[in-house]
């Protein structure tokens, strides 16, 4: 029998946060940004549930084959462009988008001879404050004079940019990258890309042509401040295991490696299936919620490899086999993560490939 671990994803959440979006910004096509094992949900998984997307974002052309292996038939977008002029035949083949964040992806356009019979899609992206990727917005004009002068290149080039503090609501640096980004774009009549998951949410003045929602498809909140209940967005991916012992500890009991926790008083103790090896995280502090039996416990202790300990005194007629949930239904990612000083995108991608994963319909 296998081990009491699993992660069930719920295909009809992914749905529903996937029109979520289009009721944000309906007049916008959408990126189901699906890079990093679909943020760990299943990267096939997760465009198959997704079927309703009008594009896929993809960090490299090994995900994006991946998709197409699977008979994904939907535009793709790699998201970090081509990183050698020998994949641009494979890019031009399983026709799929690139974006040129930089002078050395431009060159290889330039000196690649492309396939004219199949015009390759391009997107462009300017740095309007995030100073990570993108050409600054003054280049734009040469940039696209360059790119037009490319043989099979497409003429209808899309500009986009990437926000750096969307999730936070009142930012003034997501203004100052809105008014940079329609300054330097707004003479091109070109489409534009702008939100991500909390652009989406909170800044409609980003939506433009293409959104690209990413945290917010897997039912979790990119805001410190609201639950992804709050802002209308159902939970994915839910963790699962069940207690595998229940011990009577006594006061002053050490409880788990190096004793860092110690029991105030008699009291059971639970173990559930689940730890670091299976992707919770190793920091998560004494008092971190888990539901055991539907209800709230405590994580006591340090996190092991393939267990925690949980404080059961709330639950004293828990047994071994009752279910335990470590995120997802029922109790937020978002808590856990705060509680391992960590964030959701970290635990959803880090789940490991010895947890068993089920699909449900709800």
């Known amino acids: 029998m296998s081990r009491a671990a699993w992660a069930e994803i719920n295909l009809s959440a992914l749905r529903l946060n996937l029109q979520r979006v289009r009721q944000l910004a309906p007049s916008a096509r959408v990126v189901a940004v699906v890079k990093a094992n679909g943020y760990g949900h299943g990267i096939v998984r997760v465009a198959r549930a997704l079927d309703g997307a009008d594009a896929f974002g993809v960090a490299s052309i090994d995900e994006a084959l991946e998709l ?5 038939s939907q535009r793709i977008v790699l998201l970090e462009g081509v990183f050698e002029a020998a994949e ?33 899609q391009v997107w462009v992206k300017l740095d309007t404050g995030m100073h990570r990727l993108g050409f600054a917005p003054a280049q734009l004009p040469d940039v696209l004079l360059r790119l037009r002068a490319c043989i099979g290149i497409a003429p209808d080039v899309i500009l986009m940019t990437h926000l750096a503090s969307a999730d936070e609501r009142n930012s003034s640096v997501t203004a100052q990258q809105v008014a940079c980004f329609e300054k330097h774009t707004h003479v091109e009549h070109s489409a534009r890309s702008m939100a991500n998951s909390a652009g989406i949410l909170a800044w409609p003045s980003t939506h433009y042509d293409w ?19 709050q802002e209308g967005l159902l939970p ?6 069940r207690l595998i012992a229940v011990n009577k500890c006594k006061q002053g009991d050490a409880v788990g490696y190096g004793g860092a926790w110690t029991c105030p008083q008699d009291m059971p103790v639970g173990v559930v299936a689940f730890g670091y090896g299976d992707g919770y995280p190793r920091h998560a502090a004494s008092g971190t919620p888990v539901l055991v039996n539907g209800q709230r416990v405590a994580l006591v202790g340090r996190v092991s490899m393939d267990m925690i300990t949980v404080d059961l005194r709330s639950q004293p007629q828990a047994q071994v086999g009752d279910p335990a949930v470590l995120w997802g239904q029922g109790l937020p990612v978002e808590e856990i993560a705060r509680g391992a000083a960590t964030i959701p995108y970290e635990l959803v991608c ?7 994963v089920t699909e449900v319909e709800d």
């Open 211 to 229: 959104v690209r929602p990413g945290l917010m498809l897997y039912g979790i909140s990119p805001f410190s401040d609201s639950s992804a209940a």
């Open 350 to 356: 880090g789940i490991t490939q010895r947890v068993r």
């Open 88 to 120: 641009l035949p494979l890019v031009q083949q399983e026709r799929l988008d690139v974006v040129v964040h930089h002078e050395a992806q431009l060159q290889i356009l330039q000196r690649t001879k492309l396939d004219v019979t199949q015009p390759l």
């Open 68 to 72: 197409r292996s699977a008979g994904i």
């Open 236 to 241: 994915v991916m839910t963790i699962k295991s």
